[in-house]
């Protein structure tokens, strides 16, 4: 068989285990060792002889010391209280105009994506802290959840993201770029959710009522409050980029920043401690594990050679690439219905990284193009959190809001992803929003 025939009945295996709930880790290893036994002559020596090495390659790599450290960053911010400081500031500011606590819940949300890295943890922490106010103000449950749910997708697009990382390690791409390249995209999100709000409280003047005037020593307290998690963002995205620190010492900078704010503002005590280390070792050993399974997946799929036949393929097909690209968006928004974002980057990227690299881009360079694509496929994969009829966010949420039916938060956040796909058609058209920074930095 091809091995366009040979990586399609893999998949299609992959996809069978995962129906049955097998954890994604375990299916992509078991998926890849069948599929590696098969293209080597049904011989397991070869498979045993790849096995000895591929954990200790892939897990004494020291760029990927840096993922438990943004976690455990998060971990920090989340059981710390910093999420309350930051919602208190943002409404602070915004929260006495029509839709102001949900536009403030959204700024938060971006806020603590800055510190925190995962969409689920800014979702779940954002909800617990803001859906009381929400709900004390007399929000529209559509409104109220659908916000939420949406804003905390800005938790793998505002950088650190984890996801950005592990497809900064696939690639072999700069991490600090990627960052940096994530946060003019994460601006445009931000604002294109409140914009969304606004409308629809302007339409709907009920759903969103307006909150409590603060004063302006309020105001600047809470400013103070926030001023160093403010300080900690700044720190790390620029001494990435400029070379004041590698992307491990920045995280460990954040890490230990985080830590001291949270225990000097009385937010963590020794329990709030434990947990986050728990949860930081959890969460770094489910990643590290569907690393090991997609390390298992792709070898296969390198003997296979299907990336290279369908690179080959597409270039010889005479399709526009944007026709291709729309095509692998489009996938990944229907790869949303069934899995995570994580499994997502890592089962498809070693398959379509080498397509979209092979065609033409308004003249893109392969850094360039890279990075590019990278964006992009963090706005789409993070699509897959809110739209049904899987939206992990849109779960979460719900789970916190008992009172809001699920149909109604779905509904809630269907504005939301028309908002989402502007984003990408405007970061399609003009690759400049996401390589802006990247070029200004680098000019420097």
């Not at 793998?156 to 770029?177: F, M, R």
């Not at 997609?294 to 296969?300: K, W």
Request: proline content about 5%; glycine content about 12%.
């Amino acid at each position: 068989m091809s091995g366009i025939a040979v990586g399609t009945i893999v998949f299609v295996f992959l996809l069978a285990l995962m129906v049955v709930r097998i954890p994604i880790g375990i299916a992509m290893f078991v998926a890849g060792a069948g599929g590696y036994v098969y293209l080597t002559g049904a011989n397991f020596a070869p498979l045993m002889s790849t096995l000895k090495g591929l954990a200790y390659a892939r897990l004494s790599n020291y760029d990927l010391v840096v993922i438990p450290l943004f976690l455990l960053m998060g971990q920090f911010a989340t059981h710390g209280g910093l999420s309350r400081s930051l919602f208190r500031f943002v409404s602070a500011f915004m929260g006495h105009k029509p839709g102001g606590v949900a536009v403030a819940a959204v700024g938060a949300c971006a806020g603590f994506g800055a510190i925190c890295g995962s969409s689920l943890a800014t979702a779940a922490t954002m909800g617990q802290v803001v859906l009381p106010e929400l709900r004390r103000y007399g929000y529209a449950g559509s409104l109220a959840t659908g916000a939420l749910a949406a804003g905390g997708t800005l938790g793998i697009l505002i950088p650190p993201s984890v996801p950005l990382i592990i497809y900064a390690i696939l690639t072999q791409e700069s991490i600090g770029k990627l960052f940096m390249a994530a946060v003019i995209p994460g601006v445009i999100a931000m604002l294109g959710y409140m914009i969304v709000i606004k409308i629809w409280v302007h339409r709907h003047p009920a759903a969103g009522p307006a909150g409590a005037r603060v004063g302006w020593p309020e105001r600047l307290r809470s400013l103070v409050q926030v001023g160093p998690v403010l300080l900690v963002f700044v720190v790390v995205i620029v001494g990435i980029y400029a070379g004041w620190a590698t992307p491990t010492e920045a995280a460990a900078i954040g890490a230990a920043a985080c830590g001291i704010i949270a225990v000097v503002s009385g937010g963590l005590r020794w329990r709030g401690l434990l947990e986050s280390a728990l949860g930081t070792a959890q969460a770094t050993a489910m990643i590290y594990l569907v690393l090991l399974g997609a390390d298992m997946l792709n070898a296969t799929l390198a003997l296979s050679q299907l990336p290279v036949e369908l690179a080959s393929w597409v270039q010889g097909s005479g399709l526009s690439p944007f026709l291709v690209m729309a095509a692998i968006l489009a996938i990944y928004i229907l790869l949303g219905c069934v899995m995570d974002s994580l499994a997502m980057i890592l089962l498809t990227i070693p398959i379509f990284f080498p397509v979209v690299m092979g065609l033409d881009f308004y003249g893109m360079g392969h850094e360039d193009k890279s990075i590019w694509f990278g964006i992009l496929t963090l706005m789409v994969v993070e699509i897959g959190l809110v739209h049904p009829p899987v939206g992990l966010n849109v779960y979460i949420i719900n789970r916190l809001a008992k009172d809001v039916p699920l149909i109604e938060t779905f509904k809630g956040v269907v504005p939301f992803l028309l908002s989402d796909a502007v984003r990408v058609t405007l970061l399609v058209l003009f690759p400049g929003l996401a390589l802006a920074l990247v070029k200004a930095f680098g000019a420097l």
